[in-house]
């Protein structure tokens, strides 16, 4: 099993190496039940999923733990860096180095004085598909960020985009992180440029384009806890629909 990192809770990597089993098992499971199947045979199997895409500071993290708690779903957001430490025996920190919302031009450059065991992001990118899609499979999944969307087949999940006005945003950073509004401000600017450049750069997608959204919601106007619930309707009605049309 892979070392926990001082960050790191030792239950959250036994979790991630317990259900990664599970998952992988299933994953060769699958694999010898598809061997001959179409793609669209394959894809029927995948979900259902809900993928949460987010403004920083909108409280994506907080809202999409009510939905998977009403649901019954399960819940991956930075626990999908765990699972991907634990199954390609990789350091946390170098995943947080590669993830979502961080430059890496610097990383790109320097790789081979960080770490021997250093990925690239597009290496990061192509591993953390085998994961999503993994835990896609096993379906009844909330995947938060990282482009989840643009990796799974749209058919088989909702997809939503949580937003709010700057105002809202910077004043949940600063109760949150303890910021002055100035820093507040700089840090939401610097991780949205960086969730920005990820999705354009390895999906070619522009995040803020509400039509690739089946739901976008300002929590700034309902709340958290309306905005939760929202989700959840919305989730359950797509459902609905789509046992009627199976």
């Known amino acids: 099993m892979t070392a926990v990192s001082?960050?790191?809770?030792?239950?959250?990597?036994?979790?991630?190496?317990?259900?990664?089993?599970?998952?992988?098992?299933?994953?060769?499971?699958?694999?010898?039940?598809?061997?001959?199947?179409?793609?669209?045979?394959?894809?029927?199997?995948?979900g259902p999923y809900l993928t949460i895409s987010r403004e920083e500071g909108a409280g994506a993290s907080e809202i999409a733990k009510r939905v998977g708690d009403s649901l019954g779903w399960e819940v991956l957001d930075r626990e999908l860096l765990d699972f991907m430490a634990e199954h390609y025996h990789l350091p946390r920190n170098v995943l947080e180095f590669v993830d979502e919302t961080t430059a890496n031009w610097l990383h790109e450059a320097f790789s081979n004085l960080i770490d021997r065991r250093v990925i690239s992001q597009q290496t990061y990118v192509k591993r953390l598909g085998h994961i999503v899609l993994l835990a896609a499979y096993h379906g009844k999944v909330v995947l938060v960020g990282r482009g989840a969307q643009f990796l799974l087949p749209p058919d088989r999940g909702l997809t939503v985009r949580i937003l709010a006005p700057?105002?809202?945003?910077?004043?949940?950073?600063?109760?949150?992180?303890?910021?002055?509004?100035?820093v507040a401000r700089k840090f939401i600017e610097e991780r949205e440029r960086g969730r920005r450049d990820f999705v354009s750069r390895y999906f070619h997608q522009d995040h803020a384009n509400p039509h690739l959204y089946d739901l976008v919601v300002n929590?700034?106007?309902?709340?958290?806890?309306?905005?939760?619930?929202?989700?959840?309707?919305?989730?359950?009605?797509?459902?609905?629909?789509?046992?009627?049309?199976?």
């Open 166 to 182: 700057e105002k809202y945003r910077i004043e949940q950073i600063m109760q949150r992180h303890g910021m002055t509004s100035e």
């Open 219 to 246: 929590v700034a106007k309902y709340g958290p806890v309306a905005t939760a619930e929202l989700i959840v309707a919305a989730v359950r009605c797509w459902l609905r629909d789509l046992d009627r049309s199976t």
């Open 6 to 46: 001082p960050d790191e809770s030792p239950s959250l990597a036994e979790e991630a190496e317990h259900r990664l089993r599970r998952w992988l098992g299933m994953e060769e499971m699958r694999q010898r039940l598809e061997k001959g199947r179409t793609p669209e045979m394959v894809s029927a199997r995948i």
